[in-house]
């Protein structure tokens, strides 16, 4: 370590240099939450948690040299000199002499390639795990009574897509929120990974009507400034970068002033989604009523994720700040309406989402069932079907059909699994989680990237405090009865794997995640070649 240390040093410094101004904001944002988790951390966990830390070193490597260009802030050329420092080699078994520079590290011993099967080939490689092995290690969890009368299984392999264990992984179970697994792969298959959501504002021709558009951008936010920092600033700090409604509001305002309005008829159009707004399990806290047109997912307070009380109706709610935010910028607006812009309406002013790959990333890790049934809408638009709960679940069933998926047994209602006459399979599970895996779909990466990290980020931060911390990635689902997981662990020979566990008639949820989690723990200490 002391040789890695000094071999990396002088770009680190470069890096740090470069990327200090970020790093002061990040660490303003995430610093306190940052020490109490790692304060918390239980000393037993620290073999996972280091294990963690070397495969995010080899990952790095890989994503920060294909993700450029990199930015004029520099914080991705620091990203890059940090990169290329880690990927320096040197020493009898590393391709080159040791000690030949002080930038150059010593000898060091070899060690078997991580995630080899993806194109690692320096070191011996122990073949996948056999069935035989996967068996003993996790039949007698799965058969925990903690997991009901009904469970599923199966583990792929992601580099060769070998199915490695099946536990009736082609009996179709309610998947729960694991079904958000098969919406982002619909979604970014359809759209790609770089597609936004627009928000506009259109003034219709000879009038003074201005209709707010709703483009579906389930992430536009109307925060109010917090102690001199906006919300919407502090995710963008955060990489978020949502769309403001009051950005809107303002660039509406000058292209207002400009034609010399100063007071307009506001009216929004919600017609880019049909069918009902209200999801067959009524009103819920988890799922506002899903409009074209919200702010902040309806949410009735300052949260971001989690089930709170929504409002009513989004887009109302959405069009009343709208008017609001132009009146401070000196615009006078009606109580809004209803209507719908016409083609000769010129459009005033416009923001977008983030990319798709974003607003992924934030399904997933947060479980946001909002932005799930976002989603299956947009790709129901995107292939031709009406935007409506059963034209998106359609358009979801029809994507992963196209991508050849072993769809045999599925059944979609919606895109965010609250509906428990949804169906999925493991095998089609672990499918999808291949197939996001797979160098021939790079768009389709973000659905892996998005998954939460166990013991650290979104529905898994607070499990695996005795498990595999840092080493398992999975989506979580939880209805009444209902336990599932789904994601990808690297194994303890280096094999990544693709996994989906489905309980059926569970009666004490803690108890199935538990068990869950601890059948996830048992895959990535398996050495079960």
């Avoid at 200090?20 to 306190?32: S, T, W």
């Avoid at 078997?112 to 080939?121: D, E, K, P, Q």
């Avoid at 929004?268 to 988890?286: M, W």
């Avoid at 769809?407 to 699994?417: E, L």
Wanted: hydrophobic residues 40%; proline residues 6%.
């Amino acid at each position: 370590m002391a040789r890695f240390a000094d071999a990396v040093r002088p770009r680190l410094a470069q890096a740090a240099a470069t990327a200090k101004p970020q790093v002061a904001r990040l660490a303003g944002a995430l610093g306190p939450e940052l020490a109490r988790r790692l304060a918390a951390r239980p000393a037993k966990t620290w073999p996972y948690t280091a294990g963690a830390a070397a495969a995010g070193l080899a990952l790095a490597v890989v994503v920060v040299s294909s993700v450029g260009p990199w930015d004029a802030s520099g914080q991705r050329t620091a990203e890059r000199d940090w990169a290329a420092a880690l990927e320096r080699v040197g020493g009898v078994d590393h391709g080159g002499d040791p000690g030949t520079s002080p930038e150059d590290p010593q000898t060091a011993p070899s060690a078997a390639s991580v995630l080899a099967g993806l194109g690692g080939t320096a070191g011996p490689v122990k073949s996948a795990p056999g069935a035989k092995g996967l068996t003993a290690a996790l039949e007698p969890l799965l058969n925990a009574p903690a997991l009901g009368g009904t469970h599923t299984a199966a583990v792929v392999d992601v580099a060769t897509g070998r199915r490695l264990y099946d536990a009736d992984g082609d009996k179709a179970l309610t998947p729960a929120s694991t079904t958000k697994i098969a919406t982002a792969v619909a979604a970014l298959s359809a759209m790609g990974a770089d597609h936004r959501l627009i928000t506009r504002t259109a003034l219709e021709a000879g009038t003074k009507e201005l209709v707010l558009v709703g483009g579906g951008d389930p992430t536009l936010t109307a925060h109010e400034k917090d102690g001199g920092t906006s919300l919407l600033e502090r995710s963008r700090e955060l990489g978020g970068g949502w769309a403001s409604l009051r950005t809107l509001a303002d660039g509406t305002a000058k292209a207002l002033k400009r034609r010399g309005i100063r007071a307009v008829t506001l009216s929004y159009d919600t017609t880019r989604y049909a069918g009902p707004a209200l999801h067959p399990i009524g009103v819920n806290d988890n799922l506002a009523p899903v409009s074209a047109l919200t702010a902040d997912e309806g949410r009735t307070d300052q949260s971001s994720s989690g089930p709170v009380t929504r409002v009513a109706d989004p887009a109302v709610d959405a069009a009343r700040k709208f008017a609001g935010f132009l009146k401070d910028e000196g615009i006078k607006a009606s109580s809004p309406g209803p209507s719908k812009a016409t083609r000769r309406a010129a459009t005033l002013s416009a923001v977008s989402s983030p990319p798709l790959s974003a607003l992924v990333e934030r399904m997933l890790t947060n479980s946001d069932n909002d932005i799930a049934e976002a989603l299956a809408r947009q790709t129901a638009i995107a292939t031709g079907r009406p935007a409506s709960f059963d034209g998106g679940a359609r358009a979801i069933a029809a994507q992963l059909t196209k991508l050849h998926l072993p769809v045999a047994g599925a059944r979609f209602h919606d895109g965010s699994g609250l509906n428990r006459d949804d169906r999925l399979t493991a095998n089609l599970l672990t499918a999808l989680l291949a197939k996001a895996g797979d160098p021939q779909h790079p768009a389709l990466r973000t659905v892996l990237t998005g998954l939460p990290v166990a013991g650290f980020t979104g529905t898994l931060a607070t499990r695996y405090a005795d498990g595999a911390s840092g080493l398992v990635r999975a989506k979580t689902g939880t209805l009444t009865g209902v336990n599932t997981l789904a994601g990808t662990v690297v194994d303890k020979d280096g094999h990544l794997l693709a996994f989906a566990f489905l309980a059926s008639g569970t009666t004490n949820p803690p108890a199935a995640q538990a068990a869950l989690d601890r059948t996830a723990t048992a895959l990535a200490g398996c050495g079960c070649g």
